[in-house]
């Protein structure tokens, strides 16, 4: 349990720090930032309904999607996957020719380095780790698209969810999609939860869905 907990944590605070330095990065060189120019932008920027929502259940805000596509990109990779030979053939040489390239350091998930630099930081997450388990039970993280099980746990500060990446079930979700999906690696402490309701799931009273003090929400 200690080395899921170390490595769990390990991946959680990676993914946060690659989604925090692509977020500075995004901000500094688009095409209104400080090193950025209307020439070294993207040719097409690509928005996403953000998770935020209002007081009533609105989500009205929209963040950049740095996995978004053009139409005839999605057109391209149709005819890839599902056209005939000569079809794909045409359609391979185009798509390689016209697609960008919008893999983002968000769908990084092992961390690079030696061997001591990761001790060093195991052995920090064992001193930071938030005392002992209260509760641990099966859950299932529902979310657009995906439901993952995994652990759901509960400490006296915090409550976590750990995705079983082992989860046949899981390991057939397209990355595409998991790169939109949020809290398979998630911590929230008890001083950002606004509010938890009972919720039915299946027809039945099984689930509980969190609201937190960013307007965001996760349902187990």
């Known amino acids: 349990m200690c080395d899921h907990l170390i490595s769990a944590a390990k991946h959680r605070d990676h993914v946060t720090a690659n989604q925090l330095k ?10 209104h930032g400080a ?3 209307v020439s070294h932008s993207q040719l097409h920027d690509f928005w996403r309904l953000d998770y935020w929502e209002d007081d009533l259940r609105r989500r009205r805000r929209f963040v950049r999607n740095a996995f978004g596509s053009t139409h005839s990109d999605a057109l391209l990779k149709a005819a890839v996957e599902y056209g005939t030979e000569e079809d794909v053939v045409k359609s391979k040489k185009t798509f390689r020719s016209q697609a960008v390239v919008n893999q983002n350091a ?3 998930l092992m961390l690079e380095g030696d061997d001591d630099a990761v001790s060093l930081l ?10 002992p388990v209260v509760l641990s039970t099966p859950a299932q993280l529902i979310a657009p698209v995906v439901v993952a099980k995994g652990t759901l746990s509960i400490t006296t500060t915090e409550i976590y969810f750990e995705v079983d990446e082992d ?3 899981f390991k057939k979700i397209d990355p595409k999609v998991l790169a939109y999906t949020e809290g398979l690696h998630g911590k929230w402490m008890f001083s950002e939860i606004r509010a938890v309701f009972s919720r039915r799931y299946l027809l039945q009273n099984t689930a509980l869905e969190v609201f937190m003090a960013n307007r965001s929400m996760s349902l187990f």
């Open 22 to 31: 692509q977020k500075i990065l995004n901000i500094l060189t688009n095409k």
């Open 35 to 37: 090193w950025g120019a």
């Open 106 to 108: 968000e769908t990084e």
């Open 122 to 131: 195991q052995e920090k997450e064992i001193d930071n780790l938030a005392g």
């Open 167 to 169: 989860d046949p079930a």
